[in-house]
C-alpha cells in the first residue's frame, strides 16, 4: 500500500498515472454498459434453468406418487402372482415409471414385469444415500440385465423395500438458445455432485465462477445455477461471450469509441486530485481519530532496586498501508489544526483501557504521559485523565512537559499546583535541551526531571558524555528525582547504578519501547515483587 501510495503522488509517472486512470474509467464505464446487456442475458438463462427443473421436479414427485402408491396398495405376498399384479397396475399410472422391484435390504428378489428372479440383484452400497427429506436412496447407471432388460442401463431408486427404475433425464431440448450450454447434476452430499446429462464441467466451473452477470464476462462466459428445493437436482448454464458478442459486434464498436472519449475527460479532473488525496497530511487527517492510534510502552527502571516500577507511554500511527510512523512525523500537523488536546485525551483514553484490562491484580504502576506545553492547563487535563484518577486506581500517574518559550515559570507553576493537588505528577521533560534552564528547575515545583536523551546517548569520552556527570550534578541539587532517558549499552546503565546518583533510567539498554502484551508480560517477570508497592509520585 505504502509503494501504491508513493507512485500516486510521484511527478514522475504523471503518464503512467494517467494511463491507469484513463483504463479505470474506461473499464468502469464498459462495466456499467455492459451491465444491462448482461443482466438480460442472466435473466433468459434462469428462464431457460427453471424449465429443466420442472421437468425434473416433475420426475421426482412421480416417483414420491409411486412409492406412496406402493406402500398402499402392495399388500399381497411379495413376489406372488397377486402382488406383481399390484405392481403393474401401479406402473400403469401417467408418470414415466414404468418397472418397480420389489428390494429388501438392498436386494431385488422380484420386478413387475419380469417377474421373481432366479437369482437376486444385489444394489450394494448407493451412490445416494437415504438421507434427503424423501428418504429415497439412489443407484446411478446400473446394469438392468439382472431384471431381464438387458443391454440397458438405468437409475433404480429405493425407498424402504421398494424400488423402481426412472426413465433417463435430458436436458429439454426445445429451448431455441442454441448459445445455452446446460449440465444437469445429483447432489451426493458433502459437496459431491454427480453428472447426470448435459454438457459435462459445467456445473463445476459454475460454482467457481462469478454468478453475478457482469463478473461472469470476466471469465469469458456468464454463468447460472440454481437447485430444486430439495436441493437434489441442481442445473447449471454457461453462456459462451464470443457467441454473445458475435451478433452485436458493430453496436458494440460504437459504444466503446463514446466510452473512451467520456474516461478521457474523466481521467483530467480526477488526476488532479489524486496528488492532494494521497499526501502524508490528508491521509493523516481522514484517520484520525478512527482506530489508527497505537500506543507503546517504555519500561521504566527504578536503578536502586533495579526493578521496573512505570513506563512511558509513546504514541505511534498506523498508516494506510499498515506501516507504523513515528511521532515526529505527525506531531507537527497535529500542532498545525490544533488537534493537540483531543490527541492527547485520544492517547490516554487509549492506554487506560489497555493497561487497566491487562495489568495484574495488586500491581502498581506509574504511567507517564507526554503533554503538549500549549496544553498545560490543569483543569482540561484533570479532566483528560480522570480515569487514572478514580479511588482505588492501580496508576501514579506523570505528565511530562518539555519546557518552550510557550511556558510562563510565573503561570506553568499555578497549573502544576493544580494537577499535583489531584494526584497528577509533573516532571521536566528533555532537561538540558530547547529552553530549559536551572532558572525554571528551581521555579517550579516539579516531581522529577528527565535528563535529555542527548547526555546518556553520547559516545564515550565525548563533550556530551563528559557533561553527564555536571547534568546529574545539577538535577541533584535541585533535590529532584532525577530519570536518565537514552541509556543505550549496558556498559552506560552499569555506570548509572554504580554511580548511584540517578533515580531511574529509560532507554534500549532495558527495554525498548513495547507493545501492550510485551510490556504486560516483561513488567510481570521485572517489575517489583508482590510485596513492594512503589510509587515514584507523592
Same mark, same amino acid.
Given at each position: #500500500?505504502?509503494?501504491?501510495?508513493?507512485?500516486?503522488?510521484?511527478?514522475? +509517472?504523471? !503518464?503512467? !498515472?494517467?494511463?491507469?486512470?484513463?483504463?479505470?474509467?474506461?473499464? #468502469?464505464?464498459?462495466?456499467?454498459?455492459?451491465?444491462?446487456?448482461?443482466?438480460?442475458?442472466?435473466?433468459?438463462?434462469?428462464?431457460?434453468?427453471?424449465?429443466?427443473?420442472?421437468?425434473?421436479?416433475?420426475?421426482?414427485?412421480?416417483?414420491?406418487?409411486?412409492?406412496?402408491?406402493?406402500?398402499?396398495?402392495?399388500?399381497?405376498?411379495?413376489?406372488?402372482?397377486?402382488?406383481?399384479?399390484?405392481?403393474?397396475?401401479?406402473? @400403469?399410472?401417467?408418470?414415466?415409471?414404468?418397472?418397480?422391484?420389489?428390494?429388501?435390504?438392498?436386494?431385488?428378489?422380484?420386478?413387475?414385469?419380469?417377474?421373481?428372479?432366479?437369482?437376486?440383484?444385489?444394489?450394494?452400497?448407493?451412490?445416494?444415500?437415504?438421507?434427503?427429506?424423501?428418504?429415497?436412496?439412489?443407484?446411478?447407471?446400473?446394469?438392468?440385465?439382472?431384471?431381464?432388460?438387458?443391454?440397458?442401463?438405468?437409475?433404480?431408486?429405493?425407498?424402504?423395500?421398494?424400488?423402481?427404475?426412472?426413465?433417463?433425464?435430458?436436458?429439454?431440448?426445445?429451448?431455441?438458445?442454441?448459445?445455452?450450454?446446460?449440465?444437469?447434476?445429483?447432489?451426493?452430499?458433502?459437496?459431491?455432485?454427480?453428472? !447426470?446429462?448435459?454438457?459435462?464441467?459445467? +456445473?463445476?466451473?459454475?460454482?467457481?465462477?462469478?454468478?453475478?452477470?457482469?463478473?461472469?464476462?470476466?471469465?469469458?462466459?456468464?454463468?447460472?445455477?440454481?437447485?430444486?428445493?430439495?436441493?437434489?437436482?441442481?442445473?447449471?448454464?454457461?453462456?459462451?461471450?464470443?457467441?454473445?458478442?458475435?451478433?452485436?459486434?458493430?453496436?458494440?464498436?460504437?459504444?466503446?469509441?463514446?466510452?473512451?472519449?467520456?474516461?478521457?475527460?474523466?481521467?483530467?479532473?480526477?488526476?488532479?486530485?489524486?496528488?492532494?488525496?494521497?499526501?502524508?497530511? %490528508? !491521509?493523516?487527517?481522514?484517520?484520525?481519530?478512527?482506530?489508527?492510534?497505537?500506543?507503546?510502552?517504555?519500561?521504566?527502571?527504578?536503578?536502586?532496586?533495579?526493578?521496573?516500577?512505570?513506563?512511558?507511554?509513546?504514541?505511534?500511527?498506523?498508516?494506510?498501508?499498515?506501516?507504523?510512523?513515528?511521532?515526529?512525523?505527525?506531531?507537527?500537523?497535529?500542532?498545525?489544526?490544533?488537534?493537540?488536546?483531543?490527541?492527547?485525551?485520544?492517547?490516554?483514553?487509549?492506554?487506560?483501557?489497555?493497561?487497566?484490562?491487562?495489568?495484574? %491484580?495488586?500491581?502498581?504502576?506509574?504511567?507517564?504521559?507526554? =503533554?503538549?506545553?500549549?496544553?498545560?492547563?490543569?483543569?482540561?487535563?484533570?479532566?483528560?485523565?480522570?480515569? @487514572?484518577?478514580?479511588?482505588?486506581?492501580? @496508576?501514579?500517574?506523570?505528565?511530562?512537559?518539555?519546557?518552550?518559550?510557550?511556558?510562563?515559570?510565573?503561570?506553568?507553576?499555578?497549573?502544576?499546583?493544580?494537577?499535583? %493537588?489531584?494526584?497528577?505528577?509533573?516532571?521536566?521533560?528533555?532537561?538540558?535541551?530547547?529552553?530549559?534552564? #536551572?532558572?525554571?528547575?528551581?521555579?517550579?515545583?516539579?516531581?522529577?526531571?528527565?535528563?535529555?536523551?542527548?547526555?546518556?546517548?553520547?559516545?564515550?569520552?565525548?563533550?556530551?558524555?563528559?557533561?553527564?556527570? +555536571?547534568?546529574?550534578?545539577?538535577?541533584?541539587?535541585?533535590?529532584?528525582?532525577?530519570?536518565?532517558?537514552?541509556?543505550?549499552?549496558?556498559?552506560?546503565?552499569?555506570?548509572?547504578?554504580?554511580?548511584?546518583?540517578?533515580?531511574?533510567?529509560?532507554?534500549?539498554? =532495558?527495554?525498548?519501547?513495547?507493545?501492550?502484551?510485551?510490556?504486560?508480560?516483561?513488567?510481570?517477570? +521485572?517489575?517489583?515483587?508482590?510485596?513492594?508497592?512503589?510509587?515514584?509520585?507523592?
Amino acid at each position: #500500500m505504502g509503494r501504491v501510495a508513493t507512485f500516486l503522488i510521484s511527478g514522475t +509517472h504523471r !503518464r503512467l !498515472r494517467r494511463l491507469l486512470v484513463w483504463l479505470f474509467a474506461v473499464t #468502469m464505464l464498459v462495466g456499467g454498459a455492459a451491465w444491462i446487456a448482461s443482466e438480460q442475458v442472466a435473466q433468459n438463462m434462469r428462464t431457460e434453468i427453471d424449465r429443466s427443473l420442472v421437468t425434473y421436479g416433475g420426475l421426482r414427485s412421480n416417483i414420491v406418487t409411486i412409492f406412496d402408491a406402493m406402500d398402499a396398495s402392495l399388500t399381497a405376498s411379495p413376489c406372488s402372482d397377486s402382488f406383481r399384479r399390484e405392481m403393474r397396475r401401479i406402473a @400403469f399410472l401417467p408418470d414415466g415409471v414404468n418397472e418397480l422391484l420389489y428390494a429388501p435390504d438392498g436386494s431385488v428378489l422380484c420386478a413387475g414385469n419380469t417377474g421373481l428372479l432366479a437369482v437376486p440383484m444385489e444394489l450394494g452400497p448407493p451412490d445416494i444415500a437415504a438421507s434427503d427429506q424423501f428418504g429415497i436412496a439412489l443407484w446411478l447407471d446400473r446394469s438392468l440385465e439382472p431384471i431381464g432388460l438387458d443391454a440397458l442401463t438405468g437409475t433404480i431408486a429405493r425407498r424402504g423395500p421398494f424400488a423402481l427404475v426412472t426413465p433417463p433425464q435430458f436436458i429439454p431440448a426445445d429451448t431455441g438458445a442454441n448459445w445455452l450450454e446446460e449440465e444437469l447434476v445429483y447432489s451426493a452430499g458433502a459437496g459431491r455432485w454427480l453428472h !447426470r446429462t448435459g454438457t459435462e464441467g459445467v +456445473h463445476a466451473a459454475a460454482l467457481l465462477a462469478p454468478v453475478q452477470a457482469p463478473l461472469g464476462l470476466l471469465q469469458g462466459a456468464l454463468y447460472q445455477y440454481a437447485c430444486d428445493p430439495a436441493g437434489e437436482h441442481c442445473v447449471a448454464a454457461r453462456a459462451p461471450l464470443l457467441a454473445l458478442m458475435s451478433q452485436g459486434a458493430p453496436a458494440i464498436g460504437l459504444v466503446l469509441a463514446a466510452l473512451a472519449v467520456l474516461a478521457a475527460w474523466l481521467t483530467q479532473q480526477a488526476c488532479g486530485v489524486v496528488e492532494r488525496h494521497w499526501s502524508f497530511e %490528508a !491521509r493523516f487527517l481522514r484517520q484520525f481519530g478512527k482506530g489508527s492510534l497505537v500506543c507503546a510502552y517504555q519500561p521504566l527502571l527504578n536503578l536502586r532496586t533495579d526493578r521496573i516500577v512505570g513506563c512511558e507511554v509513546l504514541a505511534r500511527w498506523r498508516d494506510v498501508d499498515g506501516t507504523i510512523v513515528p511521532p515526529d512525523r505527525f506531531l507537527p500537523i497535529i500542532e498545525k489544526h490544533g488537534l493537540t488536546e483531543r490527541f492527547t485525551a485520544m492517547v490516554a483514553d487509549q492506554a487506560h483501557a489497555e493497561l487497566v484490562a491487562r495489568l495484574t %491484580a495488586g500491581a502498581r504502576l506509574q504511567v507517564n504521559f507526554n =503533554i503538549f506545553p500549549q496544553d498545560l492547563d490543569a483543569a482540561r487535563l484533570i479532566a483528560i485523565y480522570a480515569p @487514572f484518577l478514580t479511588p482505588g486506581s492501580p @496508576f501514579d500517574l506523570v505528565v511530562e512537559l518539555v519546557e518552550t518559550a510557550e511556558v510562563k515559570p510565573e503561570t506553568a507553576q499555578a497549573e502544576i499546583e493544580q494537577l499535583r %493537588a489531584a494526584g497528577i505528577g509533573v516532571y521536566i521533560d528533555d532537561f538540558g535541551a530547547g529552553y530549559s534552564s #536551572m532558572h525554571s528547575l528551581a521555579a517550579l515545583s516539579v516531581e522529577g526531571v528527565k535528563l535529555d536523551r542527548s547526555f546518556a546517548m553520547a559516545p564515550d569520552h565525548s563533550v556530551m558524555a563528559r557533561m553527564l556527570d +555536571h547534568a546529574i550534578d545539577l538535577i541533584q541539587a535541585s533535590g529532584r528525582p532525577l530519570v536518565v532517558e537514552g541509556v543505550e549499552t549496558q556498559q552506560r546503565l552499569d555506570l548509572l547504578k554504580a554511580d548511584g546518583r540517578a533515580d531511574f533510567a529509560q532507554g534500549y539498554a =532495558i527495554a525498548r519501547p513495547l507493545p501492550l502484551e510485551a510490556f504486560i508480560a516483561f513488567f510481570a517477570e +521485572h517489575g517489583p515483587h508482590p510485596a513492594a508497592n512503589s510509587r515514584l509520585v507523592a
